[in-house]
């Protein structure tokens, strides 16, 4: 068996520098482009980044990370993993993932404590695991072809069946993964990686004894290339002994989250010693030093986790001030830093942050209990039963978007900008009088995204140009880059909230992202504990919310879809940060009148694991995913105290649900929940979305809820 490289990366960013694949896939989806078209924007995406690892000095090249949408899909087609009813589809592939007008798509969640997407398998009794090895077997041979070795990557089989909550298939499992050692070694492949990050977590003592036994199993494989199990966003913990009594070659470690390794003689240690979470240069004397206590027969220099969730490269972004650039490294410096190190030439300080200027956090006003809150809203709102409201955004149009660019470009004045923002929200508040929802939303066609639009307006953050993130599919973000202290110079979201308030009677609501989500969804600052950058985020959002008070604003919706991802993998750590994370919630939305309603929003995060804590939030509303999961949170709400609008309507996937499914859904809400504090309303923002799929699924919303309001009426 070959040595393994000395220097790698567990993965890389597959969406393209200039998210070629996410035009390619809207293309194909909306029917201006086929198959072959995409297929070809796929292998050119892939050639790139092998060409590229290859030229930045690297030895160990990964394949089968790319995507054309999720790597657990990609997983579970590898298997057989694939329901009946989407067998028949035009592309079961894509009606798993977005769904089709007449089959709903598999649940969606967020891959362990990151903001990206996984399409959870869907696997039961009767599924049959079945190999089809067709796409690592053709990316080995695709990059053979350009004279490229690698390894192919492939999620592994506790961590797959862990994610899709079916840990008992793993013996009828483990038949494929020696199937695809077999041909992967027929095949001349050297080495494999299977990735198995659910081992970061509190596993039980059945649970690894289960890993013992599946990798011995494997390691025992009669024709099989050397196993490397990678481990990432976490300490291995038990996992570590148990993986090191097996015949595995190599094991790799997050020496960036995790602690140090205990000797490990007879392996190879594939030490993850640059950050793939971050956007931080790396500390040659901490990277150097974590190696160095590293003891095993062989080590190898790597990232921490895959590089798909950080940006392709700081070189694309010549916007950025002179002295933030030096502390930054992407994609393309984290490779390189990687080449570095395993060549023992890496040297020279990391150049320092910021001064910290941080205020001791403050306790949050108390606001009067719910019930006293309940009674004053009610008058001032008058608000009929089962109230229907959206969770904020519109769809973004192209004109939209190009009206945006044109500014950035200087073609559009300011004020013709904000004029056609102005006519924008008009739009959008006249389509929700016509449809007859209860409470309004202006839209939100001034904002690019809901956490880069405020990192924008606030002191403290920087953002890119070309800074893209890899969410779910086609859909990517910039994260802001959160480097100094955080302030809020002026008003953000007032204007446009009053504008839409002038506009109609009915009572429309002020739309702000909550603080722990806002940090979640930034690369922060590593100088100062997390929580105390959250509670500097914190209070620029008090403000914001006392100046929409003060405008007239009486609904007031901060949300917190992060709430969930920021949770700590291991149990220990968990209660205090979700103690300091609703402390923070309730800091922002501190010293709101009794009359003033307060709701918050949580989408597609396994939201039931933590509703103590959003109970704790003490929002007056909240709404939260649950038509994409299969309304499986209802069986956790009975409890729950305040107002709660489990989502009937998928925005994920194109397809418009009827109103009889609509209906169900609500009549299984009602089941679970008394009618005064249910609320109607979609799973999550309607951006990514058409006008006519948001009309025509929200004119099914409205006739369902009238359906129920009328038996409910005494």
């Known amino acids: 068996m070959s040595p393994f490289p000395t220097s790698t990366v567990l993965g890389y960013p597959r969406i393209g520098p200039r998210r070629e694949l996410k035009r390619a896939l809207e293309s194909y989806w909306d029917g201006r482009s086929g198959r072959a078209e995409l297929e070809r924007t796929g292998a050119e995406i892939r050639e790139r980044t092998w060409r590229r690892l290859a030229e930045l000095g690297l030895e160990g090249l990964p394949s089968n990370t790319f995507s054309l949408y999720d790597h657990v899909l990609d997983t579970a087609v590898l298997l057989g993993a694939v329901p009946e009813r989407y067998r028949a589809a035009e592309d079961p592939y894509f009606a798993?993932?977005?769904?089709?007008?007449?089959?709903?798509?598999?649940?969606?969640?967020?891959?362990?404590?990151?903001?990206?997407?996984?399409?959870?398998?869907?696997?039961?009794?009767?599924?049959?695991?079945?190999?089809?090895?067709?796409?690592?077997?053709?990316?080995?041979?695709?990059?053979?072809?350009?004279?490229?070795?690698?390894?192919?990557?492939?999620?592994?089989?506790?961590?797959?069946?862990?994610?899709?909550?079916?840990?008992?298939?793993?013996?009828?499992?483990?038949?494929?993964?020696?199937?695809?050692?077999?041909?992967?070694?027929?095949?001349?492949?050297?080495?494999?990686?299977?990735?198995?990050?659910?081992?970061?977590?509190?596993?039980?003592?059945?649970?690894?004894?289960?890993?013992?036994?599946?990798?011995?199993?494997?390691?025992?494989?009669?024709?099989?290339?050397?196993?490397?199990?990678?481990?990432?966003?976490?300490?291995?913990?038990?996992?570590?002994?148990?993986?090191?009594?097996?015949?595995?070659?190599?094991?790799?470690v997050d020496l960036v989250r995790g602690g140090a390794v205990p000797d490990l003689p007879g392996k190879t240690v594939v030490a993850g010693v640059v950050s793939g979470r971050d956007v931080w240069r790396t500390s040659p004397e901490r990277a150097l030093a974590a190696l160095g206590g590293v003891r095993a027969d062989r080590v190898t220099v790597s990232t921490s986790c895959s590089l798909l969730h950080v940006p392709y490269d700081v070189d694309a972004e010549p916007d950025l001030d002179p002295a933030l650039r030096e502390r930054l490294a992407f994609a393309e410096q984290k490779v390189a830093e990687v080449v570095a190190l395993a060549r023992s030439d890496f040297r020279g300080p990391v150049p320092a942050g910021p001064s910290v200027a941080l205020t001791a956090p403050a306790a949050p006003q108390e606001r009067a209990p719910y019930a006293v809150r309940a009674a004053a809203q009610a008058a001032h709102l008058r608000l009929p039963a089962l109230p229907i409201t959206t969770i904020g955004s519109f769809p973004q149009t192209g004109e939209l978007r190009a009206a945006r660019a044109a500014v950035v470009a200087g073609t559009l004045s300011e004020d013709g900008y904000e004029r056609r923002v102005e006519a924008e929200i008009e739009r959008v508040v006249r389509v929700q009088e016509r449809l007859g929802l209860d409470v309004l939303v202006h839209g939100e066609p001034e904002r690019n995204d809901m956490v880069q639009y405020f990192a924008e307006h606030l002191d403290g953050f920087a953002v890119t140009r070309n800074g893209w993130v890899q969410s779910y599919g086609s859909r990517c973000t910039r994260p802001p880059i959160l480097h100094g202290d955080v302030g809020r110079p002026g008003p953000i979201t007032v204007r446009w909230a009053s504008y839409a308030q002038s506009l109609t009677d009915k009572p429309v609501k002020g739309m702000l992202t909550g603080p722990v989500t806002i940090v979640a969804w930034s690369f922060v600052r590593d100088d100062l504990p997390l929580r105390d950058v959250v509670f500097q985020v914190a209070d620029a959002v008090r403000e914001e919310v006392r100046d929409l008070e003060a405008s007239g604003v009486s609904i007031i919706q901060v949300d917190e879809p992060a709430l969930r991802e920021l949770l700590p993998l291991r149990r220990a750590a968990q209660a205090d940060y979700l103690e300091w994370a609703v402390t923070a919630y309730r800091r922002a939305t501190s010293g709101a009148a009794d009359r003033t309603q307060i709701h918050t929003h949580l989408c597609y995060s396994d939201a039931d694991q933590i509703l103590a804590a959003i109970d704790g939030l003490d929002a007056d509303v909240t709404t939260i995913e649950s038509a994409r999961s299969g309304a499986r949170i209802l069986g956790a709400v009975r409890a729950f105290g305040r107002g709660l609008g489990p989502g009937v309507y998928d925005i994920h996937s194109p397809r418009v649900p009827g109103a009889d499914e609509v209906e169900g859904l609500l009549r299984r809400t009602l089941a679970a929940l008394p009618a005064e504090r249910v609320w109607v309303n979609p799973d999550c923002g309607l951006k990514t979305r058409t006008y006519e799929e948001v009309e025509a699924s929200l004119a099914h919303v409205v006739e369902a809820t009238r359906r129920l309001r009328a038996e409910l009426q005494p």
């Open 96 to 252: 798993m993932a977005r769904g089709t007008e007449g089959l709903a798509p598999l649940r969606m969640t967020k891959w362990f404590d990151t903001n990206y997407h996984y399409i959870v398998p869907e696997i039961g009794p009767e599924t049959v695991f079945k190999l089809d090895a067709s796409k690592p077997l053709a990316e080995v041979r695709e990059a053979r072809a350009l004279g490229y070795e690698t390894r192919p990557v492939v999620v592994g089989p506790v961590t797959f069946l862990l994610l899709a909550g079916a840990p008992d298939r793993l013996e009828d499992v483990l038949g494929c993964y020696e199937e695809l050692l077999a041909a992967l070694a027929a095949e001349g492949v050297a080495w494999v990686q299977l990735d198995e990050p659910a081992l970061v977590g509190d596993r039980t003592p059945e649970e690894l004894e289960a890993v013992r036994g599946a990798y011995d199993r494997l390691g025992s494989a009669t024709s099989r290339p050397g196993l490397f199990v990678a481990s990432y966003f976490g300490d291995l913990g038990a996992a570590l002994p148990v993986l090191a009594g097996t015949p595995v070659e190599a094991v790799g």
